[in-house]
């Protein structure tokens, strides 16, 4: 038992100072954009184009030889980024294609290499962000569609013809992606985070996860580690994340259990258009109020919202998709206080409302303002004063012995996408 214990103590994963404190800014920021772009873009069927239409290796590899974002300006993009009040990014550097976008060493498929655009996405993205003041973690899949070494164990993709089956070497596989992670940690200054992805492809693989994550740990210590592996958080994780879903709901099928929830930082992904990659069918294009309920509602949560962007082949970034970050930067600059930095979790979030935190302040976010008297059950706090979040308007309020609050709108204080009050609590 002692040696056991003794064993434990060796392995069990410690964060760094740096790595405390970078998960404290993360958990603060609230907001970053996702981006998924790849070689894939050229073709507007979204990021699994490969995988859905059942293309050979050889007539996908057709894509890189056009890829050449002429109108991409990473500049622009970042400037974006920051006005819309995003704290960081998340960029895909290699999706399940197996595609660089970077200047790789390790095969020459990637940017810089096959295609004519020759230039080092990542590069430019992490310079202009950094610029910016928007801080930068790299979305890198586990799985591979491309590669012959880690097919054996192999599900998704073993349709894609072209690969040689017989040829995997699960372990070189491994050092391979040791080898772009390093890469990736070296050769572009300060990364935030690392944001894997594919895991459910190889549910019983031995990822070697120990192996990889100290890794990037004794590069980068302060580097945030998440994997979206749709499990509570493992050893050597920095912060857990739930796609599409909100933490604790399971309307995709792949959600999280409510008490699958640990006390990691927390990030909900999503889209503003109905897929993740660049899609010419794009028919589920969510409205503002729609991103910002979804802000809202994941900080209620206590988790920030990483929403997802699917530039176009060209190098820009959908007209729609601009405006919604605008649109949610012009909110934030004026409502930023009730989301950067608050707490959330302590009253459940439901589609009329969502509560934040900060010091003696309680945010009542009303996202259904058009009624006149809300409930609030679960509400331990003593309330002191409530008022409209300009301070203008009282509003008035009364609490029930069972801790249900309940809020009377005044008339004329409505707000059709998100009514923020201020109470103060005793
Ligand atoms: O298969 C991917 C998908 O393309 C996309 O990258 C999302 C983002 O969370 N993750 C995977 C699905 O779980």
Request: charged share 25%; glycine share 8%.
């Amino acid at each position: 038992v002692c040696f056991l214990n003794v064993a434990f103590a060796q392995t069990a994963y410690k964060p760094s100072a740096a790595n405390l404190e970078n998960r404290a800014w993360f958990e603060a920021s609230r907001f970053g954009v996702f981006i998924h772009w790849g070689v894939y873009s050229l073709l507007g069927d979204g990021e699994w184009v490969m995988n859905d239409q059942k293309l050979s290796l050889s007539e996908y590899g057709l894509l890189p030889k056009f890829f050449n974002p002429q109108d991409f300006d990473a500049k622009a993009w970042a400037k974006l980024f920051k006005d819309a009040g995003a704290k960081y990014i998340t960029f895909t550097t290699r999706h399940h294609d197996g595609f660089s976008m970077w200047n790789s060493q390790t095969s020459d498929y990637n940017i810089v290499k096959s295609t004519p655009f020759k230039r080092d996405i990542v590069k430019e993205l992490v310079e202009a962000c950094r610029a910016e003041g928007v801080r930068v973690m790299f979305y890198y899949s586990l799985l591979d569609w491309k590669r012959n070494d880690y097919t054996p164990l192999g599900r998704t993709g073993n349709g894609i013809a072209g690969r040689d089956l017989e040829q995997g070497d699960w372990n070189r596989y491994i050092e391979f992606m040791k080898t772009q992670l390093t890469e990736l940690l070296t050769n572009y200054g300060q990364i935030d985070g690392i944001w894997f992805d594919g895991h459910w492809d190889k549910k019983d693989a031995d990822w070697q996860y120990e192996e990889i994550y100290s890794l990037i740990h004794s590069l980068q210590p302060q580097c945030l580690i998440g994997n979206n592996h749709h499990m509570a958080p493992i050893e050597g994780e920095d912060f857990q994340m739930f796609e599409r879903d909100l933490p604790g709901h399971n309307t995709t099928g792949f959600g999280t259990a409510a008490d699958a929830v640990g006390s990691l930082p927390k990030e909900v992904c999503g889209t503003i258009a109905g897929s993740w990659g660049f899609n010419i069918k794009d028919r589920q294009q969510k409205s503002f109020k729609e991103v910002l309920s979804y802000l809202v509602k994941a900080a209620g949560y206590g988790s920030n919202l990483l929403l997802n962007v699917g530039p176009m082949p060209n190098g820009e970034i959908q007209d729609y998709q601009q405006e919604r970050l605008r649109q949610l930067g012009d909110w934030l600059k004026q409502y930023g206080e009730s989301i950067y930095g608050t707490e959330g979790g302590f009253v459940r979030p439901t589609d009329d409302y969502a509560l934040t935190k900060k010091g003696n302040t309680i945010y009542v976010h009303l996202l259904n303002a058009d009624k006149a008297s809300f409930l609030i059950p679960n509400f331990t706090f003593k309330v002191s004063s409530l008022v409209s979040f300009d301070g203008k308007t009282k509003v008035n309020f009364h609490q029930l012995d069972n801790d249900v609050l309940v809020l009377q709108l005044p008339e004329g204080l409505r707000d059709t996408n998100d009514l923020v009050l201020k109470l103060s609590i005793k």
